[in-house]
C-alpha cells in the first residue's frame, strides 16, 4: 500500500510538471510566433558607418525553434509550396534572412559625340528613361552633357539548410536579369554542454524516481 501511494504520488508531481512544461511551452510558442510576426512591422535594420566611409548593415534575428518554423515561415510571407519548387528541404532550415537591396546615385559626364543636324533643325536637348521595374535610369542631354540618375532594388531571399554534414546555402533574386557571381558564409554552430544534452535529463528523471520509490 505504501509503495502504491508513493507511486501515485511520483505520478501525480510528474504530472503537474508536464502540465507546467506544456503551458510554458505553449507561451513560449506563441511569444516566438508574434516576435515574428512583430519583425515583419518594424525596421531594425542598423546602419553602421566604418572609418573608411563604408557602411555595414546588421539585422536583429529573430530565434525560433523547429517547432514553429513552419508557422513562422507563414507569417513571413513564404509559400512551403514556392520553397519546395526552388528545392529547398524547408524542415532543415537553419535560417532565413529577408532583405530589399536598393542602390541609387546621380552624376554627369561629357559627351565627346556630335549631334546630328539635318538641315535647319537642331536637337538642343533631349531625355530618356530606362524602366524595368527594378532599373530605373533616368538621361537628359544638354548641350555637351548627360545629366542621369538611377534607381535599382531588387529583393532576395536567403536560405540556410543542414544537410547531413554540410550546410546548403540558397539565395533567390527576384530580378531575373540579376545574378550573384560570388559568396561566401560562414555557419558557426555551438556544441551542447553535457548537461543540456537530453540523454542526462533522462537518466536524471529515471534515477529521482527510483529514490522516491523507495
Known sequence: MKNFLIGLAVLVVAALFYRQYRELRNYKDTAQLQAVELSMFKDSVKIIQQKNGDLNFQVQAVQVEKRNLKE???LAGFEIKDLKEKEIRWRKLNSVLQAKLEASDTGQTVIRDTFLIVENDTVKAGSFQVNNNYLLFNGLIKKDSLDWDYRYNVEFD???????NETLVT??????????TSMNSITISHKKKFYERPIVWAV???ATGIIISK
Do not use: R, T, W, Y
Open 171 to 180: 539565395v533567390a533574386l527576384n530580378d531575373p536579369n540579376a545574378e550573384i
Open 158 to 164: 536567403f536560405f540556410q539548410q543542414k544537410i547531413k
Open 204 to 206: 536524471a528523471g529515471i
Open 72 to 74: 513562422s515561415l507563414e
